[in-house]
Nanobody, 118 residues
């Protein structure tokens, strides 16, 4: 069982930066494949980035080169460093965890709002 709690969202101007954190409580954080998703108003939830238990990373084309996903297993925390933010990045950002590298996610956080003003 894992509980996920996101933090670090807020209001930022275009071109600015934010770092999101996802604190995991429970057991064996290092054994979970972790991801960041986002959902903008009126749009479907989309994958932003994921990191495997081995540290392999994937980014959506829309954020590649601007966002960096990382994890600190000693602190049971997942991060998303977001640079060069655009108004199109405005969304609720969620972290998610799964035991397998593919398939359904087992656990979700409650989300944190990111708003980028032009």
């Amino acid at each position: 069982q894992v509980q996920l709690a996101e933090s670090g969202g807020g209001l930022v101007q275009a071109g600015g930066s934010l770092r999101l954190s996802c604190a995991a409580s429970g057991s064996n954080f290092s054994t979970y494949h972790m991801s960041w998703f986002r959902q903008a108003p009126g749009k479907e939830r989309e994958l932003v980035a994921r990191i495997s238990i081995g540290g392999g990373k994937y980014y959506a084309d829309s954020v590649h080169g601007r966002f960096t996903i990382s994890r600190d297993n000693a602190r049971n925390t997942l991060y998303l460093q977001m640079n060069s933010l655009k108004p199109g990045d405005t969304a609720v950002y969620y972290c998610a965890a799964r035991l397998l590298p593919l398939g359904k996610y087992n656990y979700w956080g409650q989300g944190t709002q990111v708003t980028v003003s032009s």
